[in-house]
């Protein structure tokens, strides 16, 4: 979705509390982070213009509303996972067979302001269990507010978030540690004449792992860091529903003041993206190159192709097909950084009116950049680790409960010895009833936080 010219209205929606949350959609084809430390294997990417979409809803059947403010209560659990990973070849077993629990109680409010926009607030704590280790559990959440305007021909989008998670840190530790991203994003979108808008942005955010000094995890500290972006482009929207951007992004990365080896690095990112959905077909990719210096001299600049596709085939009413590709940088543990690279494809069926499931398989590869020794006498370490990923989900919907439930496991070929490895991920969904009460209820991952 577009600006429209200062002469039209927003009065085709269905309730004027919705008007301005368009802008929500402003960044879809723009913003990313610098470093993209996990993304969840199988995964088809998905644009903003769903969470926009499941704003409107939320707004639309929010259970509150008294006066102009629209509430919407919500208890539930988050997270519910076993992860189980094998011996490596000392023999040693890490984090094996562990339970995970994240669930906990808060409030989605949302309030109209005049006619053109709306200001969101989401308050959700929740309390995350480590089975094991009861210095890693804690208290964890998702807090922010935003204004999401509609100003004529100008859309605009302001928010302030923080988020304490338990969460996957990266295909190099595939491991949930508890983290912390705090972040403030303003954005543009202005409509030019015909189908053409421009677009800006910008943002700072802090990344910071939340695992204790001298705990299990506490390595992943190294890698805390300030990250300023922002950029903008222009973007064409055809009357069939086809999105086209392209853009500039500008990175500087700061490490953390605690941080020993400093990772900071600035440098940009040109980009095209397209969004196109049909009846029979969704499409979603970005592209782009991006360069960075590090401040560093032991690290060597980056210089790579990066981006992400991913694209859905409905074949028939109960079956669709989709491939998905990502290349994106990584902040490595162990090296400098790591260029992540994965393709694969998955087929999704409708086995009754209530029961669907669907398979994946994906191919994947991580190249780790060494240090480099300035003075030429060290050779580098070349480090690539191969994996082979594949799962099945089974959602169960009926007019009560939605269950889902999902496995997959992940296989680790290194070209340095002793870094093999496999990791088997076991998680589970529900969400409860349509009454009053049980409303409120669900379990598993329950979407953006707006």
Do not use: C
Not at 93 to 112: E, K
Not at 130 to 146: A, I, K, P, Q, W
């Amino acid at each position: 979705m577009r600006p429209k010219s200062s002469s039209s209205s927003f009065t085709s929606f269905r309730s004027p509390i919705l008007v301005g949350i368009a802008a929500f959609v402003v960044a879809s084809s723009s913003a990313q982070a610098q470093f993209v430390q996990y993304t969840t294997p199988g995964d088809v990417l998905r644009t903003e213009v769903i969470d926009q979409e499941r704003l409107e809803q939320s707004m639309e059947t929010a259970r509150w509303r008294v006066g102009r403010l629209f509430a919407d209560p919500w208890i539930g659990l988050t997270d519910l996972s076993i992860v189980s990973s094998s011996e490596d070849d000392d023999g040693v077993v890490t984090d094996r067979d562990r339970l995970r629990v994240s669930g906990g109680a808060g409030i989605r409010a949302y309030v109209p302001v005049g006619s053109r926009s709306t200001w969101a607030v989401h308050v959700l704590p929740e309390y995350s269990w480590v089975e094991g280790d009861s210095d890693r559990s804690r208290l964890n959440g998702r807090y922010g507010t935003g204004l999401f305007a509609n100003l004529g021909g100008a859309l605009v989008q302001a928010t302030v978030t923080r988020r304490d998670t338990l969460e996957f840190f990266s295909q190099e530790l595939e491991r949930q540690t508890n983290r912390r991203e705090d972040q403030a994003k303003l954005a543009f979108e202005v409509a030019l004449r015909g189908a053409f808008s421009i677009f800006l942005e910008g943002s700072f955010a802090e990344h910071r792992s939340l695992e204790d000094e001298d705990s299990t995890f506490d390595i992943t500290r190294g890698l805390d860091r300030d990250v300023v972006t922002y950029g903008g482009g222009v973007r064409l929207e055809s009357e069939r529903g086809l999105r086209l951007g392209l853009g500039l992004e500008i990175h500087d990365v700061e490490s953390a003041d605690e941080v020993v080896l400093d990772r900071s690095s600035d440098g940009e990112t040109v980009f095209v993206a397209a969004d196109y959905r049909r009846d029979s077909f969704d499409l979603t990719l970005r592209l782009g190159h991006t360069s960075l210096d590090f401040e560093n001299p032991l690290i060597s600049g980056l210089s790579e192709v990066t981006g992400n596709l991913g694209f859905r085939r409905r074949l028939s009413e109960r079956v669709a097909f989709d491939v998905f590709a990502r290349s994106s940088p990584a902040l490595s543990l162990t090296s400098a950084y790591s260029i992540d690279e994965s393709f694969g494809a998955g087929l999704q069926f409708r086995v009754s009116n209530h029961l669907a499931a669907r398979v994946f398989y994906q191919l994947g590869e991580n190249r780790f950049e060494d240090f480099a020794d300035p003075a030429g006498t060290i050779p580098a370490i070349s480090r690539v680790d191969e994996s082979d990923t594949y799962g099945v989900a089974l959602t169960v919907q009926t007019r009560w409960v939605n269950l889902k439930l999902s496995g997959r496991r992940s296989e680790y070929d290194s070209s340095l010895p002793g870094l093999d490895r496999d990791n088997t991920i076991v998680q589970g969904g529900l969400s409860v009833g349509s009454s009053v009460l049980l409303g409120f209820f669900s379990l598993g991952s329950e979407g953006g936080a707006w």
